[in-house]
């Protein structure tokens, strides 16, 4: 099954500094790898998203690569904010009706004023 | 903006006990999901559910769990004869369609005794 590992654990940043995390994925049949910032207590929410036919995408002050021959995506957060700080998630998904989306473990990113 | 609502926000039981989660998913979303994230860890899927039947379930998904949708706008998952290793977060998601982005809820906190 698919397995998606998640680097780095913690981040910490100066406000105004981007944040970069990275994921690899080991099943080559996902296409779907969606981003989710989960703050204390809530559940996760949904930030990015990026599906095999691209390379990058890109909303305001995220983007999200995938590089589908190495089978690895990251989350590019530019000009941090206090408010980014949280614990984001990676996850992959194949094309099939009803999968799973699987998770990495999840960075808590901290972004200090 | 239409969200995934789950009752209740926090559930104490003895061990042993049955419990019943429930979540009303976003009423036109037709794939719906349970996860769970046991404190500090990632977001592990459950199970999930499509045209009133599971479409897929992890290995975590045994038989003290089930799920059902009893009418038109509820989702249960059930626990049976709860353990304390089943004390967790348990998150409901659901999607308009396969490979698009899930939209959790808030979860329930569950707590075995």
């Known amino acids: 099954g698919e397995n998606v590992e998640q680097h780095p654990s913690t981040l910490s940043v100066q406000e105004g500094d981007s944040a970069v995390i990275k994921c690899t994925y080991s099943?080559?049949?996902?296409?779907?790898f969606p981003w989710y910032k989960q703050e204390l207590g809530k559940g996760p929410q949904l930030i990015i998203d990026i599906r095999s036919n691209v390379g990058e995408k890109k909303d305001q002050r995220i983007a999200v690569t995938l590089n589908k021959t190495a089978k690895h995506f990251s989350l590019h957060i530019t000009e941090t904010q206090p408010e980014d700080s949280a614990v984001y998630f990676c996850a992959a998904s194949s094309n099939q009706a009803g999968t799973a989306l699987i998770f990495g473990k999840g960075t808590t990113l901290s972004v200090s004023s | 903006e239409p969200e995934v609502t789950q009752t209740p926000s926090h559930q104490v039981t003895q061990m042993g006990q049955e419990v019943i989660l429930r979540c009303v998913p976003i009423s036109n979303h037709l794939y719906f999901y349970w996860y769970r994230q046991i404190l500090g860890q990632k977001v592990e899927f459950l199970v999930s559910?499509?045209?009133?039947?599971?479409?897929?379930k992890s290995e975590i998904f045994d038989d003290q769990f089930s799920v059902e949708r009893p009418d038109g706008s509820n989702f249960t998952l059930k626990i049976r004869s709860t353990k304390l290793e089943d004390s967790a977060m348990y998150f409901c998601?659901?999607?308009?369609?396969?490979?698009?982005?899930?939209?959790f809820g808030q979860g329930t906190r569950l707590t075995v005794v």
């Open positions: 998601a659901s999607s308009s369609t396969t490979n698009t982005e899930a939209f």
């Open positions: 099943d080559s049949a996902s296409n779907y």
């Open positions: 559910f499509y045209n009133n039947e599971i479409s897929e």
